[in-house]
């Protein structure tokens, strides 16, 4: 299985995503950034479900609504998602 750590996360609030409008029709959600020194080419996992292992241990199932590289770094989008949902150094496999 194929996965990489989340080094960090952006997350998209309407107030937040007034201020950006290029990003609005995303709607609310976490961006999650992946470790670049794990994964440098964009994954075909767009719409598709991945596994989220959290630090505290705990797994569950997401689906990601869409994948992008912005400057050689890797994001994942979770539509909906908070940062409580995907906690920086988690990790995400798919």
Sequence with gaps: ???????????????????????AARGEGLLAILDPAE??????IAER?????KPDGTVCSLEVTCAEIHHSV?????AG?????IPRLSRIEW
């Design 39 to 44: 994964v440098s080419d964009l994954p075909a």
């Design 74 to 78: 890797v994001g994942l989008f979770f």
């Design 1 to 23: 299985m194929l996965g990489a750590k989340v080094i960090d996360t952006i997350f998209y609030t309407n107030g937040w995503l007034a201020n950006h409008p290029e990003l």
């Design 81 to 85: 998602k908070s940062p409580e949902d």
């Design 49 to 53: 479900t991945v596994k989220i292992l």
